[in-house]
């Protein structure tokens, strides 16, 4: 079973900026894809964005230019770098890994909220 744990969610201002980690319990050379989806209240989940075992990255487009999404090897850690927060940018934020078996799996998840 392969584990996915988030952090770094919080509270943050309009402007503000956050970073979220998801690490994972196995190597991530078993992983192909890893992205980051989020859910706000009453809404469905939706993509975030996502970066391959080759590092390349894409993003929903109303992400591209303030979300960042990289990645650490040696840490088995992915990161969601947010900048230029806004209030509809409040949600849960769920990893997602797809391992080369073919499974996912999901994070608990973490709450990030933009006051205005």
């Known amino acids: 079973q392969v584990q996915l744990v988030e952090s770094g969610g919080g509270l943050v201002q309009a402007g503000g900026s956050l970073r979220l980690s998801c690490a994972a319990s196995?190597?991530?050379?078993?992983?192909?894809?890893m992205g980051w989806y989020r859910q706000a209240p009453g809404k469905q989940r939706e993509l975030v964005g996502t970066?391959?075992?080759?590092?390349?990255?894409n993003y929903a487009d109303s992400q591209k230019g303030r979300f960042t999404i990289s990645r650490d090897n040696a840490k088995n850690t992915v990161y969601l770098q947010m900048s230029s927060l806004k209030p509809e940018d409040t949600a849960v934020y769920y990893c997602?890994?797809?391992?080369?078996w073919g499974s996912g799996y999901w994070g608990q998840g973490t709450q990030v909220t933009v006051s205005s």
């Open positions: 997602y890994a797809r391992a080369t």
């Open positions: 970066i391959t075992s080759d590092g390349l990255t």
């Open positions: 196995i190597t991530i050379f078993s992983i192909t894809t």
